[in-house]
Every structure is written in structure tokens, then in C-alpha cells.
């Protein structure tokens, strides 16, 4: 008995990026690609138009630690109206980066501006998807710890006036968030509950073993 025909495999890729609608800030691209099966299809791509030359990313998300001393580690976020969702979100402090900047010098920048703090980089993610079924957009997450001991901290000063800032204990981060949906209409980004759920698994919960269970 002769054994069936494997399905051949392609590797898919893309054919063609048509442009459909282009606004200020984004632009709306038909995409037709090659899937894995060998047949053509098409996927309607949102894109930034700012993305800058030579670069993969398009912005930072700031995780940034304030260190007080006597006072519990907080992080610090911003609270903001966002049109598209029509209320107020949640989120890390985060921007886009600016021609020749490099992702840590954008999340000091962007961190001073929307919050008045001033940080040190601790660690830089590599490049990372945001919503890879809707757009190409890119960020980087950027750790930074915040000195609150210092005198630029002590009362810092936003630059920008929209933007509120929140600080929430690490230790309580998850159930401060909760807190507040349940207080306001709140949407909270995705980075900042998967963060949060996180620390709830990763230090506060403690490692069970299946047979212990039984």
C-alpha cells in the first residue's frame, strides 16, 4: 500500500501591501499573502505612518518602580481619555519614538513628560507586537526605577495636562486596578493586567504540586 501524499507545506509571506485610506497618524493597507496551504488571501493591515527610518519599532511602554524610602514600591501609571473607546484608560506611561532616538532615551522622555518623573533604565525589552491581528505596531517595554528620595521627584511636574497619575503599591498592584474599575468606567490596557496578574502568580501565589492537591 503506497503511503498518502503529505500536503506541501509553504512558508507564507506577503505579495503586496495596497494602500486603501491614509490619515495623519495611520493608514489602512490591503494585504494580500501567500498561507501556509499555498493559497492566496487578503487581510486588511492598519499601519503608523510615523514609524521613523531605519527601525522596527514604533514606540516604549514604560514600566517604571518608584522607590521612596519608608514607603512601599509603587508603579507609577497615567489615567487618560482615549477617544476610539470613548472613556478613560489605564495604562503604562508610553509614546512613540522620535527620528535618530533610541527606545530608552524616548521612555526617559516620554516618563518626564507624562508624569514629571525622572528615572534610570534598567532593562529593554526586545521588539514586541501590540495587536498583530489588527496592525504592524510595535513597542518595546522599558524598565526604569524611579529615585523618589531625590529632589526632582519629590514633586514632579507633568507636562502634559490631560494625562492624571496614578501610583499603585506593587504588592497590591492587581487589586488597586480592581478596584478602581469598580469605583469608574475604566478600561484597563492589556499590558498593564497581564503585568499585574503576573506578580499575583509569580510572587503571592505558592507553588502547588499536583499531588498535593488530591
Known amino acids: 500500500m503506497s503511503n498518502p501524499e503529505k500536503p506541501k507545506v509553504t512558508t507564507p509571506h506577503i505579495l503586496k501591501e495596497e494602500l486603501l485610506a491614509e490619515g495623519k497618524w495611520v493608514k489602512l493597507e490591503q494585504t ?19 514609524r521613523r527610518t531605519n527601525t522596527d519599532t514604533d514606540g516604549v511602554g514604560i514600566v517604571a518602580l518608584l522607590k521612596r524610602t519608608l514607603h512601599k514600591d509603587c508603579v507609577v501609571m497615567v489615567k487618560q481619555f482615549r477617544p476610539p473607546l470613548g472613556c478613560n ?16 532615551a524616548a521612555a526617559l522622555r516620554e516618563l518626564k513628560e507624562e508624569t514629571g518623573y525622572t528615572g534610570e533604565v534598567v532593562r529593554v525589552s526586545p521588539v514586541t507586537c501590540l495587536d498583530p491581528g489588527l496592525s504592524n505596531c ?15 521627584n519629590v514633586h514632579p511636574t507633568q507636562q502634559l495636562e490631560f494625562i492624571e497619575v496614578v501610583l499603585l503599591p506593587l504588592e497590591e498592584f492587581q487589586s488597586k486596578i480592581d478596584n478602581l474599575m469598580q469605583k469608574e468606567k475604566l478600561v484597563v490596557d492589556s499590558k498593564v493586567y497581564a503585568f499585574a496578574m503576573g506578580i ?3 510572587f503571592f501565589k505558592p507553588k502547588e504540586l499536583p499531588i498535593l492537591k488530591q
Do not use: C, M
Request: charged letters at 25%; aromatic letters at 6%.
Open 32 to 50: 494580500t499573502y501567500l498561507d501556509p496551504a499555498g493559497s492566496t488571501r487578503t487581510w486588511e493591515t492598519v499601519k503608523r505612518t510615523t
Open 89 to 104: 484608560t489605564l495604562e503604562f506611561p508610553a509614546g512613540l519614538i522620535d527620528e535618530g532616538e533610541t527606545a530608552e
Open 138 to 152: 510595535t513597542t518595546q517595554i522599558v524598565l526604569v526605577h524611579i529615585n523618589g528620595d531625590d529632589v526632582e
Open 200 to 202: 499575583v502568580q509569580a
